[in-house]
């Protein structure tokens, strides 16, 4: 079975660098529970400097996980989850790949021992 990502790979180290801090999947979450919000509102739900939530805002416009568009003066910070089903896939993808493998060797193991002649 040969994996394959309709994501290059530039895309797909983009798309898991973004991913892994948790601040930035936070944001993934909360905006892909269809609660778009503003980068000034995100920035109140955190420890952080609002010039740190728009940083971590703009890693995950470049992966391409959230959108901003101009509403007033506001940019409001929407998810898009076409990504977030690529990298499910790509994922499901390589889950299905290793438990193949790991069947295989489940069988191998599996065989009764052979007998040296």
């Known amino acids: 079975m040969v994996v ?39 920035a109140g739900r955190y420890s952080m400097s609002f010039a740190a939530v728009q940083k971590h805002v703009a890693v995950l416009e470049e992966a391409g996980l959230v959108t901003k568009y101009p509403h007033g003066r506001e940019r409001i910070v929407r998810g898009n989850p076409q990504q977030l089903a690529r990298a499910s896939a790509l994922l499901h993808q390589l889950e299905q790949l290793w438990s193949a493998r790991f069947s295989q060797l489940d069988a191998v193991l599996a065989e009764p021992p052979r007998r040296k002649e």
């Open 4 to 42: 394959r990502a309709d994501l290059t790979d530039y895309e797909l180290d983009r798309l898991f660098h973004a991913l892994a801090d948790t601040t930035r999947r936070d944001i993934v979450a909360r905006v892909m529970a269809g609660e778009e919000a503003s980068v000034s509102m995100l």
